[in-house]
Nanobody, 127 residues
Framework: QVQLVESGGGLVQPGRSLRLSCAVS????????IGWFRQAPVKEREGVSC???????YYADSVKGRFTISKDNAKNTVYLQMNSLKPEDTAVYYC?????????????????????WGQGTQVTVSS
């Protein structure tokens, strides 16, 4: 059974850091890319970062230089290190895997190509 579980969210002051984790089961990270998305109230879902099966990272311009994606295949876990957080980073953060995509080891350009999603973890950046 495919499962993705996010953790690590919380309330943090602007300028501080958080590390999100995405623990996966039912598949292996050496065969699948993993993406991080976020959705704030009354806003569309936004792709934040993605890491391919071989570890190549991709970032949205809004987080480039502040967020770092990484993974530990042995632990079946993907991480999103978020530094210099801003109030506009406030959102529910989701991790997703491209199950059903033609090339699931690559990072799809469309969120619709991610067939499996976690339940999300809330990140709130506020003073």
């Amino acid at each position: 059974q495919v499962q993705l579980v996010e953790s690590g969210g919380g309330l943090v002051q602007p300028g501080r850091s958080l590390r999100l984790s995405c623990a996966v089961s039912g598949f292996t990270l050496d065969s699948y890319a993993i993406g991080w998305f976020r959705q704030a109230p009354v806003k569309e879902r936004e792709g934040v970062s993605c890491i391919t099966n071989d570890g190549s990272p991709y970032y949205a311009d809004s987080v480039k230089g502040r967020f770092t994606i990484s993974k530990d295949n042995a632990k079946n876990t993907v991480y999103l290190q978020m530094n210099s957080l801003k109030p506009e980073d406030t959102a529910v953060y989701y991790c997703a895997a491209p199950h059903g995509a033609a090339f699931p080891y690559l990072c799809p350009t469309s969120a619709s190509d991610f067939g499996s999603w976690g339940q999300g973890t809330q990140v709130t950046v506020s003073s």
